[in-house]
Nanobody
């Protein structure tokens, strides 16, 4: 079993930056592809960014490409989402998620096995 805990959310003005962190329990973090998703009120959960278990590959949704970066530190069991040039439409609850061991990148909610509790990001206009 893997437990994921997000942190770093908050209120930021448009154009500002935030860095989200997600720390995992257990010994198998380094074998898991990780993803960040978000869900705004009244909307479905959507993929934001993903990074493979090795960190060699990353993928971003079109809406955040060029503004967000994803990275991981396997020694700290932590994945990060650096969010720059934030827009009001980035306002959402952000979730960290993990796939089963050695599975590759995916944008599908259903293909992630473990989820954090979420952290709120609010961007004011």
């Amino acid at each position: 079993q893997v437990q994921l805990v997000e942190s770093g959310g908050g209120l930021v003005p448009a154009g500002g930056s935030l860095r989200l962190s997600c720390t995992a329990s257990g010994r198998t973090f380094s074998t898991k592809t990780m993803g960040w998703f978000r869900q705004a009120p009244g909307k479905e959960r959507e993929f934001v960014a993903g990074i493979t278990w090795s960190g060699a590959s990353t993928y971003f949704s079109d809406s955040v490409k060029g503004r967000f970066t994803i990275s991981r530190d396997n020694a700290k069991n932590t994945v990060y989402l650096q969010m720059n040039s934030l827009k009001p439409e980035d306002t959402a609850v952000y979730y960290c998620a993990a796939r089963a061991n050695f599975f590759g990148l995916s944008t599908r909610v259903s293909e992630y096995d473990y989820w954090g509790q979420g952290t709120q990001v609010t961007v004011s206009s």
